[in-house]
T-cell receptor, first 113, second 117 residues
Framework: DTGVSQNPRHKITKRGQNVTFRCDPI?????LYWYRQTLGQGPEFLTY????????KSRLLSDRFSAERPKGSFSTLEIQRTEQGDSAMYLC???????????FGQGTRLTVV | AQTVTQSQPEMSVQEAETVTLSCTYD???????LFWYKQPPSRQMILVIR??????QNATENRFSVNFQKAAKSFSLKISDSQLGDAAMYFC??????????????FGKGTKLTVNP
């Protein structure tokens, strides 16, 4: 058990470019979450997967954002046509099931210039 | 919608002293959980302590304890015998009970705790 792993740790991109982040949850954790954390704020929920099914999406998740979790293992979060307002820390968390603790990754810090 | 409010953006404490971080929340649910998470600089968020709403007894974990006032919707964290390693951002978080749905966490804005040697 190596914990929740996120890659890359840092990403700098030009406005208008597409970026993709990866999250590898703890093995056997069937629930996976993406959160976004901007400077001076707490994390805000973006989306939730149970196994491979994306069951909930926040209104924060605009059409430029898409997330997948093929085969219920790792997950990817893609942002198309990045904007400066997308600059934030993107956190991934996983849980084993109902009434269990969420474990967080170290996050991917995105800077859009 | 549920909201979590942390009114103290920053707090400081002397090493070995006690500090209390405040949190209030708003919900119409009866079944929920409350959490305190710690986020050290450049490191992942870790769970410090959790409280089930149906439990009257306040949760404790070693030097960390909570004061859960359900009627007042207040959930404060007390850190006793503060250590330099306690320095971090602390987030209060809410989660609905196990009634289906994502059980996502709703976070406050956080309190930055500084521990002075």
């Amino acid at each position: 058990d190596t914990g929740v792993s996120q890659n890359p740790r840092h990403k700098i991109t030009k406005r208008g470019q597409n970026v993709t982040f990866r999250c590898d949850p703890i093995s056997e954790h069937n629930r996976l979450y993406w959160y976004r954390q901007t400077l001076g704020q707490g994390p805000e929920f973006l989306t939730y997967f149970q196994n491979e099914a994306q069951l909930e999406k926040s209104r924060l998740l605009s059409d430029r954002f898409s997330a997948e979790r093929p085969k219920g293992s790792f997950s990817t979060l893609e942002i198309q046509r990045t904007e400066q307002g997308d600059s934030a820390m993107y956190l991934c968390a996983s849980r084993r099931g109902v009434n269990t603790e969420a474990f967080f990754g170290q996050g991917t810090r995105l800077t859009v210039v | 919608a549920q909201t979590v409010t942390q009114s103290q953006p920053e707090m400081s404490v002397q090493e070995a002293e006690t500090v209390t971080l405040s949190c209030t929340y708003d919900t119409s649910e009866s079944d929920y959980y409350l959490f305190w998470y710690k986020q050290p600089p450049s490191r992942q968020m870790i769970l410090v302590i959790r409280q089930e709403a149906y439990k009257q007894q306040n949760a404790t974990e070693n030097r960390f304890s909570v004061n859960f006032q359900k009627a007042a919707k207040s959930f404060s964290l007390k850190i006793s015998d503060s250590q330099l390693g306690d320095a971090a951002m602390y987030f209060c978080a809410y989660r609905r009970g196990s009634q289906g749905g994502s059980e996502k966490l709703v976070f406050g804005k956080g309190t930055k705790l500084t521990v002075n040697p």
